[in-house]
Each structure stands twice: as C-alpha cells, then as structure tokens.
C-alpha cells in the first residue's frame, strides 16, 4: 500500500515538472519571456536611476532636433565626447552618441534618433554592456536587435571594434568576445567592420598614450581613430593627410 502511493506521488511530481518544463518553453518560444530571462546574470551590475534619466533626457534631445546629416555616429560616451564635424569638417556628420549608454538602452530609444535616412550609420557599442558585467551572448542578442532596426533606414553601416580597455572593471575576455560575435553580426547585415584594436590596443589593453584612464580616447587616441576612419569611410570626405 505504501510503496503504491509512493509510486503515485512520483507520477504525479513528474507529470507536473514536466508541464512546468513544456509551459515555460512554449511561453519562451512564442516572446512571452524576455532573452534576459535567459542570459542574465546575477552578477550583472544595473542601471542607476539617475543615469537612466540622462540617457532618456538626450534621447529626448535627439528626437527633437532631428539631422539630415549624410554620416550619423551612434554610441556611447566614446561617440559623444568628440566633435565629429571638427574632425571631418568636409562631411555632413551628426553625432548620437550617449554617455552611459548600453545595448539594450539603445534599444529603448533607437526610433526617435532624429535621423533622415543617412548614408552611412556608424555604430560603436558595448563597452558599458561589458562593465555591467552582462554575458556576451546576451549583448550579441541586443546588438542583433539594433542592427536589425538600423539596416532598412541607413544606405550602410559601418560598425565599430569594441575598443579595448585597461581598467579593473573590465573584462577583456568578454571584449574580444563580444568584437568576434559582432564581427560576425557585421557580415549577416551586409555592414562594414572596422577593426581598431590593432591600433589602439597592446597586450594589457587600451594604450596609455592614447587614453586618459585606460577607458576613453584622449586627444592622440582620437587622432588615430580620425586616421583609420578616413581610410575606412569615404562619404567622411577627408582631404588631410591621412595617419
């Protein structure tokens, strides 16, 4: 008697895990669940609310001032910082570029960029994916996202190497991780990959002549980057003499 009820409670246990297990998949499959579900980390470090409003403030920013600039530089702080149209003062470039910025960010605001079917959208993404501590296969899903929704409204798009870096809280591994999956995005869209570490870039990460705290560009660093752009990006127009 006890070991049939035993047996019964197996069945029963069984029957409702594996409900359980067909449930889930069938709510993942149909997009009920987010990829995050999945792919996050409990060590990934989140958002501050104040950095979230700054994102959402120049996003609001862009939408209301919109560009009809022939090259749109999209990014994080790394895009924001310089002035595209001193350092290619011969084209038409608008930068869109967000300090903080992320991925997923992006995302949230990828459709008010204010932009007028540009020639040429240049992407450089992912560092701050990589700081928060997120997995490269989930950043590669965003990233797959964003591409997605770049391609039908830019003549091309050029992405960018996620530029290494030399500070603690980054992880290089996750960095080249992360450049080979984009690499590999870049030829799936028909988008134009450029490589920057190779210049940029020693054993130890971000060189120090070209940065200021082995995370951003300094002055020669984005003299390096105008150099490999010029040579990369035709509609920038460049008429110097070329690094």
């Not at 009820?5 to 029963?12: A, D, S, T, Y």
């Not at 992405?159 to 995005?185: M, P, Y």
Request: aromatic share 8%.
């Amino acid at each position: 008697m006890g070991h049939a009820l035993m047996q019964k409670k197996h069945i029963i246990i069984t029957s409702l895990i594996f409900v359980f297990i067909a449930g889930g998949a069938g709510i993942f499959l149909s997009g009920a669940w987010p990829c995050s579900y999945f792919f996050s980390d409990s060590k990934e470090i989140k958002e501050p609310d104040f950095m979230r409003k700054h994102i959402d403030a120049i996003g609001e920013l862009h939408a209301a001032f919109p560009t009809s600039a022939d090259v749109v530089f999209i990014g994080d702080s790394r895009v924001q910082i310089p002035q595209w149209s001193d350092m290619f003062p011969a084209a038409s470039v608008a930068n869109r570029g967000i300090g903080g910025d992320t991925l997923d960010g992006l995302l949230k605001h990828i459709d008010n960029l204010g932009m007028n079917s540009p020639e040429v959208v240049v992407l450089e993404m992912g560092v701050n994916d990589v700081l928060r501590r997120r997995q490269p296969e989930f950043t590669s899903v965003l990233a797959d996202q964003v591409m997605k929704k770049l391609k039908p409204v830019a003549g091309r798009m050029v992405i960018l190497e996620v530029i290494d870096c030399a500070v603690e809280e980054c992880d290089r591994n996750s960095v080249a991780d992360l450049n080979s999956r984009f690499r590999a995005l870049s030829v799936q869209y028909g988008a134009q990959f450029v490589a920057l570490n190779p210049y940029l870039s020693g054993p130890e990460g971000l060189l120090p002549a070209y940065s200021y705290d082995g995370l951003h560009l300094n002055a020669e660093g984005y003299q390096v980057l105008t150099g490999i752009l010029c040579r990369e990006i035709m509609e920038l127009k460049c008429n110097y003499a070329r690094r």
